[in-house]
């Protein structure tokens, strides 16, 4: 039986406008779910809602609020094998990601539940007697989080758990074409107790959302939004946000370099560059954009990355394979586009282009009725190609060559992103060169471009973001705001760098 899904506002099914039909990408004709899809009207009663609720919410201590998240992650785990195939059913994403994708949910539910007895203040000293000053954090108030479908479940929990822990109340609303996987994840949430309207989830297309979200701002019911998606609709995004003088949290594309060096393991760069460019069929805002490999190295990396490429895996998301389909037709369209990016002085390196037809076949998959594609390796790549500056969001690499470490870091920092980054050395001069003057928020060493962990903040810089980092402590500064206390208990009025003592130095002294 197809699902049915709806938003939830208040704890209560919400009216549709409209209908969106989410297919999977492995087999299109098979129908995961329908939904309906809200109007820009529902999108920002739901802030009001969020407003009402999150007034209680935030009265709930915070080691209380803590407890809740601890809940989230067991649910989530004792769900994973079924929120899992859920996610590779919608999006095509295979079930080994999947389930890691799920596991980062419990991971950053772990993480936070702890917070709740962490989200510390200062006492701090006074400048003048019989008075003591204070920091405290509070909750920012509603969140409108906006999330994209290729990570649809582990990068929203990046946002809703620490802005719940804070004590926040959140509007979500996720990709159409995730919206399954979604609704299941908010079920999950719903379970664990959150009182109703604290988190609403809202399914609306992009002009709908925009609409109702600028009309929230306008009635002051949102303080924060997280945006998860294009580099081209975040800077909407943040354009609306800085009208009404807010600072967003936007994570956006990449066109992520991996710089490979005469001494590196060749065979482990190869390994990165195949999972770092093809896994999840390059459609992660990690994916590899430019290998960057010195000339001395070129020709034998090429040679082995090509091989590898061309044997590997793809096909049915439920089996073993690097690859499965790209997430909707909308990308599918879109990658073929930037297949024409590909020029005369360009090489591909791996074989066929394309769709995997029963006419042009991976090995003997032949794609049967899914969004398959070849994954594509450029050689030859320059410094002004299209394919070189821009972001490729498929499963499509680019190679370059370079002479000096300098001329590594001046190419791998041109497209002007700046979310994750790679080296491949045993040099620790060259990777403490590298760090300091790579503009990526995130970079790896002897590792892949993609992988993130619970713990360390994860963000970009230029076209891929606005310096706002998720995970770890330092996401709660998204979704918190510093209030600076001082006590005078000294009964008299003492005014700051006026009324303090002055101990006055002999400045002229001077041994004999």
């Known amino acids: 039986m197809t699902r049915q899904i709806v938003s939830v506002v208040g704890g209560k099914d919400a009216a549709s406008a409209g209908t969106y039909v989410s297919t999977n990408p492995a087999s299109t004709k098979e129908t ?55 996610v590779t059913e919608e999006i095509g994403k295979p079930y080994k990601e999947a389930l890691g994708e799920v596991r980062e949910i419990v991971d950053t539910c772990d993480f936070f539940l702890g917070e709740g007895r962490r989200l510390y203040g200062q006492t701090v000293p006074s400048e003048m007697p019989d008075k003591n000053l204070f920091t405290f954090r509070n909750p920012v108030g509603v969140a409108a989080v906006i999330t994209a479908g290729n990570f649809p479940v582990a990068v929203p929990s990046w946002y809703l758990v620490p802005a719940l822990l804070c004590g926040n109340a959140v509007v979500w609303k996720p990709a159409e074409y995730a919206a399954a996987s979604a609704h299941a994840m908010f079920r999950l949430f719903a379970a664990a ?88 069929a390059g459609q992660r805002c990690t994916s590899l954009g430019t290998v ?62 394309g769709r995997i037809t029963a006419g042009n076949p991976h090995h003997e998959f032949t794609g049967d009725d899914g969004l398959y594609y070849h994954p594509v390796v450029v050689d030859g ?55 300091e003057s790579i503009s990526a928020g995130m970079l790896s060493v002897n590792n892949s471009t993609s992988g993130a962990e619970a713990h360390l903040p994860f ?16 996401v709660l500064d998204q979704f918190t705001r510093w209030q600076a206390m001082n006590w005078d208990h000294s009964g008299r009025l003492q005014k700051a760098q006026m009324d303090v003592a002055d101990i006055t130095p002999d400045l002229g002294f001077r041994l004999p």
């Open 32 to 86: 995961v779910a329908t939904v309906g899809l809200a109007d820009a009207a529902t999108f920002a009663s739901a802030c009001r809602t969020a407003k009402e609720a999150q007034r209680e919410w935030a009265k709930v201590p915070a080691p209380v609020r803590g407890r809740v998240i601890a809940s989230i992650g067991r649910l989530v785990e004792a769900n994973a094998e079924a929120l899992a195939r859920l």
């Open 193 to 280: 107790g959150l009182p109703d309207g604290v988190l609403n989830i809202v399914f609306a297309d992009g002009e709908q959302t925009f609409a109702g979200l600028e009309a929230a701002l306008e009635e002051g019911t949102v303080q924060k939004i997280g945006f998860t998606g294009s580099s081209e609709v975040g800077r909407k995004v943040g354009e609306l946000a800085g009208r009404h003088l807010q600072s967003p949290c936007l994570e956006l594309g990449g066109k992520n370099p991996m710089v490979v060096m005469p001494d590196a393991d060749l065979d482990l760069a190869v390994e990165g560059a195949l999972f770092a460019g093809f896994g999840t």
């Open 459 to 474: 963000g970009g810089n230029g076209k891929s973001g606005n310096g706002s980092r998720q995970s770890g402590v330092w």
């Open 381 to 435: 790549v320059r410094a002004d190609d299209r394919i070189f500056l821009e972001e490729t969001f498929g499963p499509l690499v680019g190679v370059t060559t370079f002479r000096t470490l300098d001329e590594a870091i001046e190419l791998a920092n041109l497209p002007g992103y700046g979310l994750s980054s790679s080296i491949y050395t045993i040099n620790p001069a060259h990777v403490f060169r590298f760090r």
């Open 292 to 353: 960057i490999v010195h000339e001395s190295v070129h020709d034998e990396f090429v040679e082995r990355f090509a091989r590898a490429v061309q044997n590997a895996k793809i096909g049915d998301p439920m089996g073993d394979v690097l690859a499965g389909p790209l997430l909707d037709q909308k990308f599918a369209d879109r990658y073929e586009e930037f297949l024409t990016w590909i020029q005369p002085h360009h090489t591909v390196v791996s074989g066929s282009t």
